[in-house]
Nanobody, 111 residues
């Protein structure tokens, strides 16, 4: 059974950076697609970035240019670094590995 644990959320001030980490267990982690999405209350969940086991990445607006998604095949992690955070980045961020999703982690950006 796949388990996903997310770390690194919290409160930051505008302009700061944050790295979210997702640890995947219960799977060989060999060939896959995963990523990070986010959801604001009352809105649909939207994809921030995806990455596959070969390292191929896709970034979506409006965070493109401010995020970097990486994976560590040995540690079975999928990380998302976000720079220059703004209040509109406030959301619950979710990691997914294939069709499995984490519980979500809150990121709040305010002064």
């Amino acid at each position: 059974q796949v388990q996903i644990a997310e770390f690194g959320g919290g409160w930051v001030q505008p302009g700061e950076s944050l790295t979210l980490s997702c640890v995947v267990s219960g799977t060989p982690f060999d060939v896959w697609i995963g990523g990070w999405s986010r959801q604001v209350p009352g809105e649909k969940r939207s994809v921030v970035a995806t990455i596959d086991s070969r390292g191929g990445t896709i970034y979506t607006r409006p965070t493109k240019g401010r995020v970097v998604i990486t994976r560590d095949m040995a540690k079975k992690t999928i990380d998302l670094q976000i720079t220059n955070l703004q209040p509109e980045d406030t959301a619950i961020y979710y990691c997914n590995y294939q069709n499995d999703w984490g519980q979500g982690i809150q990121v709040t950006v305010s002064s």
